[in-house]
């Protein structure tokens, strides 16, 4: 009897071991390698810029000042960086990649563009989701985000200030208009440059949804400068 006890209480204590284990890797682990992941792709970003071969954005069929037609910019690459974000309620110091798509390996590496929606600064709804919490917790503090908050983009040639109209707004999964070019339930009536960001609720589960919505309210090209909101 003194021996099953015995081996009951070593298994229980391998057991608890494994657990705290397991919770350090979800909890710190996860999130270093994930900080170390998005530098990499900014830095990525970066080193493409400096080499001058991003275009602003333009509306399609748009006219150059000769009378041509402006080229099209290429499709984003599925998985690959293409923006940066700043959002400064969240800190003077956050700052995410934007990959294209939102498989799960995408969003181990920053946030992800809903490949279904518009691109960023063209008509139509840019959106966006991120990890709540694992993975360099992203947006572990979106429910301090609030109307009139700045999110900023930028392509390495245009800065892109939105400003918040409506969120957290709190749904399900199933929810898929929140994404639409004119999110019903968003307050917006007609059609126009907005963007959407998604994330899980609660905290560390992913039963619901939050959701925010924003308009874009300026954007300016990169040489002149930082924009307003991230002057301190």
């Known amino acids: 009897m003194r021996v099953i006890v015995r081996t009951l209480s070593e298994l229980c204590i391998t057991i608890g071991a494994l657990i705290v284990l397991f919770v350090v890797y979800v909890l710190f682990w996860t999130g270093v390698k994930a900080d170390h992941v998005m530098d990499d792709q900014i830095d990525q970003l970066q080193e493409q810029w400096s080499q001058g071969t991003v275009r602003p954005v333009t509306e399609p ?16 690459k599925s998985g690959k960086p293409f923006a940066i974000m700043y959002i400064p309620r969240l800190g003077f110091t956050w700052n995410k990649p934007v990959l294209e798509n939102t498989a799960t390996d995408t969003l181990k590496k920053g946030l992800g563009h809903y490949a279904n929606t518009a691109r960023l600064g063209q008509k139509g709804n840019f959106a966006v989701a991120g990890h709540r919490r694992t993975y360099g917790d992203p947006f572990k ?38 994404i639409d070019p004119v999110p019903r339930k968003s307050g917006y009536t007609r ?17 619901h949804r939050l959701i925010v919505w924003a308009h874009l309210d300026s954007t300016q090209p990169v040489e002149a400068g930082k924009p307003q909101a991230l002057r301190r």
């Open 61 to 76: 069929g748009a006219r150059a000042a000769s009378g041509g037609p402006v080229p099209t910019p290429p499709p984003y």
């Open 141 to 178: 503090d979106f429910p301090r985000l609030r109307q009139g908050d700045a999110v900023v983009l930028t392509d390495g040639a245009t800065w892109f200030t939105y400003r918040i109209d409506k969120g957290p707004y709190k749904t399900v999964p199933s929810d898929i208009e929140v």
């Open 191 to 207: 059609p126009g440059r907005y963007l959407t960001l998604t994330t899980c609720e609660p905290e560390w589960g992913h039963s």
